[in-house]
């Protein structure tokens, strides 16, 4: 069965640390992707990826930055962490796409960090 | 940028009742999608329903897709307390990236 893992389920980090959050997936997809889950805006994209070393900004890129060093790990980091960083971060992944065909996403069941 | 718009944002309905959630889109898509999430886990894909397609079936979910109106509505049948979760629709364009809408938050009472 399809495995998204995120290191964390819950993390508590203070205002201007670095902060990584990791993800790992065991389904060797090409595509992955980070978004953040606030309550009433529900899930923007951040970052994804759709191959080793290779990022595309998403939605709200501000504040983030990613690191794909090798295909099944997808690490987000928060250069210097800010309070309105507060959320769910969730990781996903999904095979390639093809022309006009856009493969369901799995999902990790998310890091809660707060940021003090 | 939200694509997807839910409605409505939540809904209440007893065991058994059918329960019906819409989607209205913006732009033109090639396929829509719809997630479901239980509190505090990740999303976990229902169902994938493509522009040249009106209505698909999985089990109890009934996808209609109307590409005229841009919308879409997810009707689950009979409805059991499992089902409580919140449900989100998807909208992708073959290379954009999917977009998500804000979500319908379900509470099936036993």
């Known amino acids: 069965d399809v495995k998204v893992t995120q290191s964390s389920r819950y993390l508590v980090k203070r205002t201007g640390e670095k902060v990584f959050l990791e993800c790992v997936q065991d389904m060797d997809h090409e595509n992955m992707f980070w978004y953040r889950q606030d309550p009433g805006l529900g899930l923007r994209l951040i970052y994804f990826?759709?191959?080793?070393?290779?990022?595309e900004k998403g939605d709200i890129p501000e504040g983030y930055s990613v690191s794909r060093e090798k295909k099944e790990r997808f690490s987000l980091i928060l250069e210097s962490a800010s309070t309105n960083q507060t959320s769910m971060y969730l990781c996903?992944?999904?095979?390639?796409?093809?022309?006009?065909?856009?493969?369901?996403?799995?999902f990790g069941d998310g890091t809660r960090l707060s940021i003090l | 940028s939200q694509q997807g718009e839910e409605d409505p944002q939540a809904l209440s309905i007893q065991e058994g009742e059918n329960a019906t959630m819409n989607c209205s889109y913006k732009?033109?898509?090639?396929?829509l999608q719809w997630y479901r999430q239980n509190s505090g886990r990740g999303l976990v894909h229902l169902i994938l329903i493509r522009s040249n397609e009106r209505e698909k079936h999985s089990g109890r979910l009934r996808v209609t897709l109307d590409t005229s109106k841009k919308s879409s509505s997810l009707l689950i049948t009979a409805s059991r307390a499992a089902d409580t979760a919140s449900y989100f629709c998807?909208?992708?364009?073959?290379?954009?990236?999917?977009?998500f809408g804000t979500g319908t938050k379900l509470q099936v009472i036993p």
């Open positions: 990826s759709y191959d080793v070393k290779m990022k």
């Open positions: 732009t033109s898509i090639n396929n």
């Open positions: 996903a992944s999904s095979p390639i796409m093809q022309v006009l065909s856009n493969q369901p996403q799995h």
């Open positions: 998807a909208t992708g364009g073959g290379y954009q990236k999917v977009t």
